[in-house]
C-alpha cells in the first residue's frame, strides 16, 4: 500500500467477494488496521471461503481499492483480511456512476403499466440520476418518468427532474435527470446495478 494509507480502525468499507462467477455485496467495519492485514466486522455472518474479496473505501477525493482475500475467520462475524495487490485509486464521481446500455423508456406522462415500449438505449447511469439521448429537448425542471429494465429482470419505475437538455446538431438533445422519487427497494437496485457494472469496468466482476 505504498503512497496509499490504508482504512483506518472505525472507518466504514464495503467488501465485494466473488465466488464460482457470482458476486455479493456487504458492508463492514475496521476493527483493526495495522500491518499487512485488516479485521473486519460485518453485521451479518457471511462465508468468504475460497472467494475473491475487494475492500473498497474512501481517501479524499477518491475511492481505495485493495484487492485480496479473507484468511481467517475470527468470530462470527469478524473476519481477518489480507491484501494480495497494491491498493489502487478511482476519482469518487467516477465510481459512482457508469455507462451502460439498458433497456428503458421516458416520458412526460407517467405510463399505464404493462404498456411500456423499452428500447435499448446507451446511458450515464448512477445512483441519483441518468445522463442520455433523446429524441426531444425537454425544459428545465420538466419531470419525465423513467422505466428501466434491469439485467436480471427487475423493472424500476423512476420519476425525475431534468437539469440539463442541449440540442445537438442532428435535432435531439443530451439531457440529463436527477431522479427525484423512488422507494428504498428501487434505490437499492438501482446502486447494486450501478456497482456491478461499475465493478465489470475496473475488472473486479
Known amino acids: 500500500m505504498e503512497g496509499l494509507q490504508p482504512p ?20 463492514a467495519r475496521v476493527v483493526f488496521s ?4 485488516i479485521i473486519l466486522e460485518t453485521a451479518e455472518e457471511h462465508d468468504f471461503t475460497g472467494a475473491n474479496v ?3 473505501y474512501v481517501g ?44 428503458l423508456a421516458v416520458s412526460r406522462k407517467e405510463p399505464a403499466p404493462g404498456r411500456v415500449d423499452l428500447r435499448r438505449t446507451e446511458a450515464e447511469l448512477s445512483g441519483s440520476g441518468i445522463r442520455l439521448v433523446l429524441d426531444d429537448h425537454y425544459r428545465e425542471n420538466e ?10 429482470g427487475e423493472t424500476l419505475n423512476l420519476s425525475g427532474v431534468v437539469v440539463r437538455s442541449v440540442k445537438r446538431a442532428d435535432g435531439k438533445s443530451d439531457t440529463a435527470a436527477h431522479f427525484s422519487e423512488m422507494s428504498n427497494r428501487e434505490q437499492e437496485l438501482l446502486i447494486d ?12 466482476v
Open 143 to 152: 419531470k419525465l418518468f423513467f422505466v428501466l429494465k434491469t439485467p436480471s
Open 54 to 56: 475487494s475492500l473498497f
Open 60 to 103: 479524499g477525493d477518491n475511492v481505495i481499492v485493495l484487492k485480496g482475500a479473507v484468511k481467517e475467520k475470527i468470530a462470527k462475524t469478524r473476519y481477518y483480511f489480507l491484501p494480495s495487490e497494491e491498493a489502487k485509486e478511482m476519482d469518487k464521481r467516477e465510481f459512482i456512476r457508469t455507462n451502460i446500455a439498458i433497456d
Open 193 to 204: 446495478l450501478v456497482f456491478k457494472k461499475r465493478f465489470e469496468e475496473i475488472g473486479i
Open 34 to 37: 495495522r500491518g499487512k492485514g
Open 8 to 27: 483506518e480502525t472505525g472507518k466504514s468499507v464495503i467488501l465485494i467477494s466473488i465466488k464460482d462467477g457470482k458476486s455479493s455485496i456487504c458492508n
